[in-house]
């Protein structure tokens, strides 16, 4: 899934990324599209209590696919620069730089779907119907009771 020699690091930054990230240059945009769908979904469909919290776990998938393919990339280019000829401190620097990259460009693909969370649920608290707030007030009042 990872390319099986280093980076060439004397070339554009944006054709850096896409070398580097091999074939999780598919798999984090695809992660991002589905949770960005499903927080949609939520938002506009969940009207369950538990539909935020739902929004909440969903939202940083696609940070999470990176943070997996930040971990598979260290190890991979750790081994790459462990079989090279002279290995050296560059070359961890260079593993740790690679690795890094994962975790920037999933941050960037979960901007999204922060932002539908954070619009959708602040819409949420703001368009609470007379039904929620009815129940909020029986259920005030039976723990009342109970004292």
Do not use: C
Request: net charge negative.
């Amino acid at each position: 899934m990872l390319p099986n020699s280093l980076p060439n690091m004397n070339q554009p930054y944006l054709r850096f990324l896409m070398e580097v990230q091999g074939g999780y240059a598919i798999v984090i945009p695809v992660a991002a599209l589905l949770s960005t769908l499903l927080v949609l979904l939520l938002v506009l469909r969940g009207r369950e209590p538990f539909a935020g919290f739902a929004i909440l776990l969903i939202s940083p998938f696609p940070f999470i696919v990176s943070v997996v393919g930040s971990l598979h990339s260290a190890i991979h280019t750790s081994f790459l620069v462990a079989q090279a000829a002279d290995p050296d401190l560059n070359g961890m620097w260079l593993v740790f730089g690679i690795s890094m990259v994962f975790v920037l460009i999933g941050l960037v693909h979960s901007l999204p779907g922060y932002g539908l969370a954070i619009l959708g649920l602040f819409l949420r608290v703001l368009s609470k119907n007379k039904d929620q707030t009815n129940e909020t007030e029986s259920l005030q009042e039976f723990l009342s009771s109970g004292e």
